[in-house]
């Protein structure tokens, strides 16, 4: 069993920066893959970047690349995102997943476990 919480949400106006904090606890944190998701009210939850268990392999949506990069402390049992120039359609909760295996990493089914998210809101 794997606990992840997120944290480092918040309000932050078109143009700006937030970096997501992803902890997490139980079972090896370097066994697990882990990634980075969001949703919006009424939406499927939308893949956004994962990393491999040890950092060394990266994926990001199209919609993010170049704004958004995905890093892992093994040592710290933490995960980030740091998003820069963010926009308003970055509105959304964004969720920290991890699994075992970084395989077909943008589908939301294949991860075992969850955090309860945290709220990005961008201002225009």
């Known amino acids: 069993q794997v606990q992840v919480v997120e944290s480092g949400g918040g309000l932050v106006q078109a143009g700006g920066s937030l970096r997501l904090v992803c902890t997490a606890s139980g079972r090896t944190f370097s066994n697990y893959a882990l990634a980075w998701f969001r949703q919006t009210p009424g939406k499927e939850r939308e893949f956004v970047a994962a990393i491999s268990r040890g950092g060394d392999r990266a994926e990001s949506a199209d919609s993010v690349k170049g704004r958004f990069t995905i890093s892992r402390d093994n040592a710290k049992n933490t995960m980030y995102l740091q998003m820069n120039s963010l926009k308003p359609e970055d509105t959304a909760v964004y969720y920290c997943?991890?699994?075992?295996?970084?395989?077909?990493?943008?589908?939301?089914?294949?991860?075992?476990?969850w955090g309860q998210g945290t709220q990005v809101t961008v201002s225009s």
């Open positions: 997943a991890a699994k075992r295996l970084l395989d077909n990493p943008a589908s939301a089914n294949g991860y075992d476990y």
